[in-house]
């Protein structure tokens, strides 16, 4: 990855939730969470629900203005708001792209929302619709694949009818797989419709023998965070790259965070290990390398890097426009986005505590 010793392509982030940016100091849930299922139900399906265009637009905003902050110049993105659905990949693509930053995104369809769901039932009109978000999408030319929440809450025909439309548009589909307990069995109803350009999410529980094709994507601080365990993710055959499910996109950060839980796991294993997760990310969005970025630190390798915080970018050049300069943003108002964000915060906070 290296061009100098300061100097690297930009950094990609293969795993986001850019709909999740604002979600710093929203209001408490009801109860503790004590599971997976609980984490879900009571904080990010109740954020999911809440959004509008407007703060789907500033929280893609305030998402790309601090990935630039670090170094990352893509994003892969995996976006959910069952009561904004149609139109919702545009604003995060025009937000993205109106502060230089490149992104692949996708509607993650669902019947979760469906009081009687099972998966044997017929697709709900929530699924028909974020199907049709995804397609009309890639129609007008947008950069993404098809996106799917994931195995357990879909019905069989989501699952077929969301694998046909991306062989259809020429894309891979971005799903969550067995990233905990409620989806310990069910993604192997995805396993007669993976294929190589598949971007396969967590991973916790899959087996080493899943025989599910696609890219795995490890998210070790999110995994920790929810206490869904970890990956293990050196046992897969598969390519194995690194995101962050949604917090943030500072992936040197996440770099030493998946590092450090590696060598908790094996204290033999190398920070290059995880380093090579970063060059995998490469390959998912190989126009990072039309990208520069020089940092504050010589010696960007993965031994120096595993032990050394607080590095940040100097200069930041996207596709040959530069965007940051000296450490200074040179066209982007950042005062503005982290203002306008918290008014759009605000506006989702009290959405949430209409909700049931």
């Known amino acids: ?81 069952p009561n904004a659905i149609e139109g919702s990949l545009s604003i995060i693509q ?73 062989v259809d548009m020429d894309v891979g589909v971005h799903v969550h797989v067995a990233e905990g307990d409620l989806d310990a069995i069910s993604w192997k109803r995805l396993q007669q419709h993976a294929a190589d350009d598949w971007i396969l999410v967590h ?51 996440e770099f030493r965070i998946g590092y450090a839980r590696l060598r908790e796991f094996n204290v033999e294993e190398s920070p290059e290990t995880v380093w090579n997760m970063l060059d995998v990310n490469t390959s998912l969005f190989p126009e990072c390398r039309k990208d520069k970025v020089t940092w504050s630190y010589e010696e960007m390798d993965p031994w120096h890097l595993a032990f050394t915080s607080g590095i940040r970018p100097v200069d930041i050049e996207i596709d040959g426009k530069p965007i940051m300069k000296s450490g200074e943003f040179l066209d982007i108002d950042s005062a503005e986005i982290r203002a306008k964000a918290g008014e759009a915060a605000d506006k989702l906070f009290n959405k949430m505590k209409e909700l049931v």
């Not at 030319?141 to 069989?156: K, P, R, S, W, Y």
């Not at 599910?212 to 897969?236: C, D, E, Q, W």
């Open 203 to 253: 991973g916790v529980l899959l087996p080493d023998n899943h025989q599910l094709r696609g890219t795995i994507v490890h998210n070790p601080r999110s995994n920790m965070n929810n206490g869904v365990g970890y990956a293990k993710p050196t046992r897969f055959e598969n390519l194995v790259g690194l995101g962050t499910d949604g917090i943030g996109a500072d992936m040197l950060e």
């Open 1 to 81: 990855m290296d061009l100098n010793a300061n100097q690297t392509f930009g950094l990609v982030c293969a795993h986001h939730h850019l709909y999740s940016s604002l979600a710093r100091g929203m209001p408490s849930p009801d109860k503790i969470p004590k599971s997976f299922g609980d984490i879900l139900n009571l904080v990010w399906w109740k954020l999911d629900r809440a959004l509008d265009l407007e703060t789907i637009e500033w929280s893609a905003k305030l998402g790309a203005l601090e990935a630039l902050e670090r170094g990352t110049t893509c994003i892969i993105d995996h976006h959910e708001s």
């Open 94 to 166: 025009n937000a993205c792209h109106e502060l230089g930053v490149r992104v692949n995104t996708c509607y993650g369809i669902t019947d979760r929302n469906s009081n009687d769901f099972s998966t044997n039932m017929a697709m709900t009109e929530e699924a028909r619709r974020g199907l049709e978000e995804n397609r009309r999408f890639l129609q007008e030319g947008g950069e993404g694949m098809v996106g799917i929440h994931a195995a357990f809450t879909c019905t069989d025909e989501t699952l077929n009818t969301a694998a046909q439309l991306a």
